[in-house]
């Protein structure tokens, strides 16, 4: 139930006149693919409103609808008029949430004290190159898991 990719764009180029400090943060869901694959895409569905769920209580704000599904396992927030440190807390806490959920989400945030001196499009590359990192050492740590576990069980 959150609005698609067409409204964010929508949501952003009313932002992109102001001079509101804004947290750009991209979202992607891992193990989509494999839930689908193995639990069937009921399951799979699950996990997407779960993972929804999850981003729109952590970073949501029900005056604004600034939460996105850009489609498949995709999302973007939006958060506006806030700072850095609170940006980090919203981080924390959206962690801390998805352990609670027992489901895992990359996130990239890029943040601007005012969006009058950047880009919505440079922002979106730094959020997006943030996420990939993340899902990258995601990727380091489960293969080194799957590599020692034979060797080392736990």
Do not use: W
């Amino acid at each position: 139930n959150l609005p698609n990719r067409y409204s964010y764009e929508h949501y952003i180029l009313e932002l992109q006149d102001g001079s509101h400090a804004i947290a750009l943060l991209l979202f992607d869901v891992n193990y989509l693919k494999v839930t689908n694959d193995t639990f069937g895409h009921a399951a799979g569905d699950a996990l997407l409103r779960s993972s929804a769920e999850c981003i729109l209580s952590c970073f949501g704000s029900p005056r604004e609808h600034n939460c996105f599904r850009f489609g498949g396992d995709e999302f973007a927030a939006v958060v506006k008029d806030t700072s850095s440190e609170e940006i980090k807390r919203m981080v924390e806490h959206f962690r801390e949430d998805q352990k609670k959920r027992e489901i895992s989400i990359a996130c990239g945030c890029a943040y601007t004290n005012d969006i009058g001196e950047t880009t919505f499009k440079s922002m979106m590359e730094q959020a997006d190159r943030d996420m990939y990192e993340q899902k990258k050492m995601l990727h380091v740590q489960r293969d080194f898991y799957n590599r020692t576990k034979n060797v080392c069980p736990v």
